[in-house]
């Protein structure tokens, strides 16, 4: 590919329309943003799974008939706009996110990179191809059952399935929307961390969005504890390289300080089996199904018969599900309760682009055996590549952990892959005291996650008059920055909490950019730790430090 962004893309307009690509940004547009661009992605071009709103472009689902042109970003793309990059296009999938092989889209096929003859994994088959290619820096997928994981091992890049909630779904076309999550595909877990924090933004618009917070910080970095399938219930269907390649990578885990432990795979398994053989087909329908009925003959068969199989399952089936998954929920918390992370294979085999043709549902439904538990159970986890079939096609690991753990997967990640690891803020002895300022005030949005990490209010004040407060561009939700200043300074409202030396320590690990945790300074002349800003980031900022605090500035 040629080097520069904006060569790159002239090659990827020419290649519109087809099988990676449904629609790319004109390349006059493309250079404008481009040009435009500031922040700590500036230069960083990305793809969106065409299930995701991104503008200036129209967003399909891999079905051209339900096409229609978004009002506004999905927050994720946005968020990853305010920090510099730039979108290149939208890419196939699987219609409506319906599929875990590429090939169930109107545009045909989309190939492994490594092998042509073999699929590339889906739904999110164009996302990782683009990556993959080296045609994109990053991309954005979906992941309902594994979408996400799937065409990342395939190709041979590592996907990151964070915790539900994390990266807001809004402004995307549902498969489940319980389940659904946003992923992240780079070529490195390095570039993975440096998306993160511009991904993970809490959105109140978003019924399904959570605070992010992070949960057994330093697991990935030492020794651990890895679970896997009893040897019997392993399932490889017959494809002996497959079985391999898991036995190496497993020992390749142990090598670095992990101890495997067998357990009983048979609650995840049931759990897996509930999104396609339970009603949650019906959370399908209830997305696109009515819309099915209408357009059939314009749909993917092998995707319209599956929604459609979800219009009349009757709601005592919903509740008995329900019922049984949270038992299983249950038992997934007893085992992480005894072990650090789960590691079983992405796929156990793949398949030509030929065998799937000829048998689309069964082999696809392989292809989900060790994937769909994930999101049913609240699970993080990252897909991280583990060698290769004598073909060619990347084979791979799913690394999960309970939800918020997604620091430590990452971690391990690294440490699998060679990376090195970043270096973690040390966490002071005792009780912390913590300002803030704006989201996390009481009442406000992010107030959640103190309350998560068992923070008490430990006094309502103000900061010393040598600070001013802007409100922030392009934050989601809406932030305050705070400065502190040689002269005309104000004192500002603020409250301090009190939290432990680790929930302290678990707070400012997922403190986004461009917020920092700096030393402040409060009326009666003590200092506290406390939230700062990047200082880029107030030349688009409005001063607001006139009205004195975050609250008056929302009630203006």
Request: glycine content about 8%; hydrophobic content about 45%; some cysteine.
């Amino acid at each position: 590919m040629p080097a520069s962004p904006a060569e790159r893309h002239a090659a990827l307009y020419a290649e519109r329309n087809g099988p990676v690509w449904i629609d790319v940004v004109s390349p006059e547009a493309f250079a404008t943003e481009l040009a435009a661009a500031t922040g700590p992605l500036a230069g960083k071009v990305f793809a969106v799974k065409d299930n995701i709103d991104a503008l200036p472009l129209p967003t399909t689902a891999g079905c051209p008939a339900y096409r229609y042109q978004p009002p506004e970003d999905n927050p994720v793309v946005a968020s990853l706009r305010a920090a510099g990059a730039v979108v290149a296009g939208k890419t196939t999938l699987d219609q409506f996110a319906t599929g875990l092989v590429g090939v169930r889209s109107p545009w045909g096929p989309c190939r492994n990179v490594l092998n042509p003859a073999y699929i590339s994994g889906g739904s999110s088959s164009g996302s990782a191809v683009a990556v993959a290619s080296g045609q994109v820096d990053f991309a954005l997928g979906t992941d309902t059952a594994g979408s996400g994981r799937v065409p990342c091992i395939l190709n041979g890049i590592v996907g990151y399935k964070p915790t539900k909630g994390v990266l807001s779904t809004r402004n995307a076309v549902p498969a489940c929307r319980s389940l659904d999550c946003i992923t992240l595909m780079a070529r490195t877990v390095a570039e993975l961390r440096e998306l993160a924090p511009h991904a993970r933004r809490y959105d109140p618009q978003d019924p399904m969005s959570r605070p992010w917070h992070s949960v057994r910080d330093g697991r990935g970095q030492g020794t651990f504890t890895f679970a896997v399938p009893l040897p019997e219930q392993l399932q490889f269907f017959g494809d002996s390289e497959a079985a391999e390649l898991y036995a190496a990578a497993c020992d390749k885990l142990a090598s670095l300080g992990g101890t495997k432990i067998e357990i009983d795979y048979a609650p995840f398994a049931e759990a897996a089996a509930l999104l396609y053989q339970g009603p949650w087909v019906a959370e399908r329908y209830a997305a696109v199904g009515e819309w099915l009925e209408e357009h059939a003959a314009e749909a993917d068969p092998t995707v319209a018969k599956i929604i459609l199989g979800g219009r009349d399952l009757k709601a005592s089936a919903v509740y008995r599900a329900a019922i049984r998954l949270a038992e299983l929920r249950r038992i997934s918390d007893e085992v992480f309760e005894k072990v650090d992370f789960l590691v079983v294979p992405t796929v156990p085999s793949v398949y030509t682009i030929a065998e799937v043709e000829a048998n689309p549902v069964e082999l696809n439904s392989r292809l989900g055996t060790y994937n769909n538990f994930v999101n049913l159970l609240d699970l993080a986890a990252v897909a991280v590549p583990a060698g290769h079939w004598s073909h060619g096609v990347g084979f791979g690991l799913n690394l999960v952990a309970p939800a918020f753990a997604d620091d430590s997967l990452l971690d391990l990640a690294a440490r699998f892959l060679g990376e090195p690891l970043p270096k973690r803020m040390a966490s002071p002895e005792g009780p912390v005291s913590l300002a803030v300022v704006g989201a996390h005030l009481h009442g406000q949005p992010l107030h959640g996650q103190l309350v998560q990490l068992g923070a008490t209010l430990q006094q309502r004040t103000t900061t010393a008059a040598a600070y001013k407060l802007y409100a922030l561009a392009n934050t989601q939700p809406a932030k305050p920055g705070l400065e502190r200043v040689k002269a005309d300074g104000s004192a500002i409202e603020i409250e301090v909490y009190t939290l432990s030396a680790e929930a302290f320590g678990r707070f400012t690990a997922g403190v986004p950019a461009p917020m920092t945790i700096g030393n402040l300074e409060l009326a009666d002349g003590t200092w506290v730790k406390g939230f700062m800003c990047e200082p880029y980031v107030l030349a688009d900022a409005t001063d607001i430090t006139s009205y004195g605090g975050w609250r008056a500035y929302l009630s203006r």
